[in-house]
């Protein structure tokens, strides 16, 4: 039984003082229910995408969607977290149940509200998703972690800190054209590229734009399964997924070789029966510029240390042979823990369906998606396909 998308929301992403967690999930919830023309009483279950953690008192939150219609009261509802990947952990709950034949329609939900919290808490927060145990972990919770990945890659590879503006620079150019992206300005090369009191060092080597954003947001999906599929406007199939899982420990695991995120591409192309160069664009977890970097490696796109060579060339930015973050990843649209893989999910089902506006990659028929909890500890990929 495959499962396909017919119908999505994406709120903006952002600092959203005037909007609580609730105000994130209902809104979200009946906007998409809305675009599918799907009655909540067609609703077979909900699946929330939240990490919380501490962000809001909301800790229960899973019966919160059904404050968006009366129709919702007694469906299932359950809250998934998968730190970073909890919005495709929702997302690949909800197909496993109407693959199973336990639903036919699925409202999927991810959401987060992030910002009503210090600095300090936020990076607290984040951390509990690191290995507590471990001994000599990096300083400085995931900027820390990552700032580490990327020290070790330029150990073997060389300096890309140029590479890692291209990246940033990149995201932030193609942001501009989001209008549900949290920051809109396109920085520049030389700003990227340079520490300064705008652009400070967050944990050598990384900058300040190499490093995602702290955001409030929401985004949803209707899934239903093939059947009904052929019953709706548009309708975007789940051709292939794969969710592999590493060792949280990081003593444990060789992390710039990013092999469960290369394991999990391999899995999903091969699933999909077709290779990375078949896509039209991905969306990958750009949580620090290194992680992209990496990424283009793992999916096979450029061999290990050669990934600088896809910027140089112009593959993965827009008009090229294959776009990655389109939407301005994670890097400008920002990161609302567990609405980003929603999100991901969302932005490439409008490029699918030829709906995403100034962000469209022309001709668009093949996604992949890249969806990552923790430091290569939790990935997701999945490949998107058109069929209506």
Known sequence: MRVSIVGWS???????????????????????????????????????????????PDVFASSLALQADDALRWKPATRLENACASGSAAVYAACDAIEAGR?????????????????????????????SA???????????????????????????????????????????????????????????????????????PLRKTDCSLVSDGAAALVLV??????????????????????????????TVSFEGPRRAWEQALDAARCGVHDLSLAEVHDCFTIAELLSYE?????????????????VVMRGGRLPVNASGGLKAKGHPIGATGVSMHVVSAMQLCDEAGDLQVPGATLAGVFNMGGAAVASYVS??????
Not at 103 to 131: H, P
Not at 243 to 252: C, H, I, K
Request: with cysteine; net charge neutral.
């Open 10 to 56: 994406h709120l903006p992403f952002g600092r959203l003082d005037g909007l609580s967690l609730e105000d994130l999930i209902t809104r979200a919830a009946r906007e998409a229910m809305a675009h599918a023309g799907v009655d909540a009483a067609q609703v077979d279950g909900i699946w929330l995408g939240n990490l919380n953690g501490g962000f809001t």
């Open 225 to 254: 399964d093939d059947t009904l599929a052929r019953d709706f406007a548009r309708a975007v199939s789940m051709r292939a997924r794969a969710q592999v899982n590493d060792y949280l420990p990081l003593a444990r695991r060789d």
């Open 298 to 314: 793992a999916m096979g796109l450029a061999p290990t240390g050669q990934g600088h060579r896809l910027l140089e060339e112009g």
């Open 134 to 204: 471990e001994v000599d972990a990096p300083a400085g919770g995931f900027p820390g972690i990552f700032a580490t990945l990327a020290q070790a890659y330029f150990a073997r590879h060389g300096d890309h800190s140029g590479t890692l503006a291209r990246i940033a620079s990149k995201n932030h150019a193609n942001g501009v054209a989001n209008p549900w992206a949290h920051m809109r300005r396109d920085l520049g090369f030389e700003f990227c590229n340079t520490v300064s009191e705008k652009n400070p060092l967050i944990a050598a």
């Open 103 to 131: 639903a036919r329609v699925a409202l999927v939900i991810g959401a987060e509200k992030m910002t009503a919290v210090s600095g300090a808490d936020t990076t607290r927060i984040l951390g509990q998703c690191a290995y």
């Open 383 to 388: 490949i998107l396909e058109r069929t209506r």
